[in-house]
């Protein structure tokens, strides 16, 4: 993917790789210089908050972790549970 420096110097991120690190404006870069590149290191994680919500179609509770929080699959899901005590 290519991007360009502004005349401010800014750079803007591809929105594939933001998803992907879960980045998001205003998160905190690390940035280097290492073997002639420039490296963008996330500072830190994010906490994901949970809360329960009413699911808009069956209005049944749910649990979430709001956005940018990872999907997990019915398998993922079975996984985890099958470890909790």
């Given at each position: 993917m290519v991007t360009k420096v502004s005349t401010k110097g800014q750079v803007v991120l591809p929105g594939p790789i933001r998803?992907?690190?879960g980045i998001r404006a205003g998160d905190p870069l690390d940035a280097h210089i290492e073997?002639?590149?420039i490296v963008l290191t996330p500072?830190?994680?994010r906490a994901l908050t949970a809360r329960i919500v009413r699911d808009p179609l069956t209005r049944l509770p749910v649990l979430s972790?709001?956005?940018g929080a990872p999907?997990?699959?019915?398998?993922?899901?079975?996984?985890i549970l099958?470890?909790?005590p």
């Open positions: 998803r992907r690190l073997a002639g590149r500072h830190q994680k972790a709001g956005r999907t997990l699959s019915s398998k993922e899901v079975a996984e099958a470890e909790f």
